[in-house]
């Protein structure tokens, strides 16, 4: 496994066990605090799929210009 998918994971668990935890009556985070962090996390994870799925760095505009050469894309 990848860090990127041991990270997935150990999140998925501790909202498990936060989900958990709120239905047997214990308040471990605020609403505001679970709040804050889905919205940094999502603009992050907006960031980095944006980054990703476009020809922004220097890798990938080289890899566009062989895709192009290869004709296996339709940009122009």
């Not at 994870?45 to 505009?61: P, Q, V």
């Amino acid at each position: 496994m990848d860090k990127a998918s041991v990270t997935r994971f150990a999140l998925l668990i501790l909202a498990v066990i936060n989900s958990v935890l709120n239905m047997l009556g214990y308040q471990t985070i605020s609403e505001d605090l679970v709040n804050d962090i889905i919205a940094v996390a999502s603009g992050i994870y907006i960031l980095y799929a944006t980054w990703k799925n476009n020809y922004l760095s220097k890798k990938g505009l080289k890899q566009k210009e062989v895709l192009k050469e290869k004709n296996l894309t339709n940009a122009k």
